[in-house]
């Protein structure tokens, strides 16, 4: 794999990056892929989460390898991860700010969490902009989502070939992070797990896809 750095970016605040994180780098690593998390995110949310997952299942049994640290240093982590990694995937702040700007720079395939609602499709423009400037291939992952209200269909049309895949509203993406859980470690026929193993699947097919035009390229 030659495009291998995801970077989850959204500027509004609460669009659920941590959680679509944490989620879908277990399931990557369930699929057999080496998979490293940064949280580059002052919050420091899937910090918090790592260190109950460590708590269960032991330091060196998490199935995971973590990093949390400042932007500035991100360029050289990135950079000695892709040597090692399958997925390097990585947790920015809120606000397109100089640590997020970073991040959206070294990534490969940008995801970006929104929504279904007016505020959080116009918070994404400038995530959007930024990625297009740096000409960074981005997709949206609608999130938390009630499939039959009518602003869900409004917002899925408006961003079109952006859309990625879809997550329901559920508690169980909350509940299984509360454990330091992925959902689907906990929750393995549910509905829930079966959105995030779609989206794993959809992540890796990009990646793919992306590796072979670059090798078609340099033939």
Not at 163 to 175: H, K
Request: glycine share 6%.
């Amino acid at each position: 794999m030659y495009q291998k750095v995801i970077t989850i970016a959204q500027q509004k605040g609460g669009a659920g990056k941590t959680t679509l994180a944490a989620h879908l780098s277990v399931a990557l690593a369930q699929k057999g892929l080496q998979v490293a998390m940064i949280d580059i995110d002052p919050q420091g949310s899937l910090t918090e989460w790592y260190k109950i997952r460590e708590e269960h299942f032991g330091e060196e049994h998490t199935g995971l390898h973590f990093f949390s640290l400042s932007g500035w240093s991100l360029g050289t982590e990135v950079s000695r991860l892709r040597r090692t990694h399958d997925i390097i995937l990585i947790d920015s702040p809120p606000h397109v700010e100089t640590e997020a700007r970073a991040a959206i720079r070294h990534a490969d395939l940008i995801l970006v969490p929104v929504q279904p609602s007016p505020t959080d499709l116009w918070a994404t423009q400038a995530t959007l902009q930024l990625a297009q400037r740096e000409k960074i291939p981005t997709r949206i992952v609608l999130n938390r989502v009630n499939a039959v209200s009518r602003i869900y269909e409004i917002v899925r049309d408006e961003l079109g070939d952006f859309s990625l895949c879809t997550l329901g509203n559920r508690v169980i993406y909350a509940a299984s992070l509360m454990e330091g859980f992925g959902v689907t470690e906990a929750a393995p026929s549910s509905p829930a797990a079966e959105e995030i193993d779609v989206l794993a699947g959809k992540v890796i097919r990009l990646i793919k896809q992306s590796a072979s035009k670059q090798l078609a390229e340099t033939a």
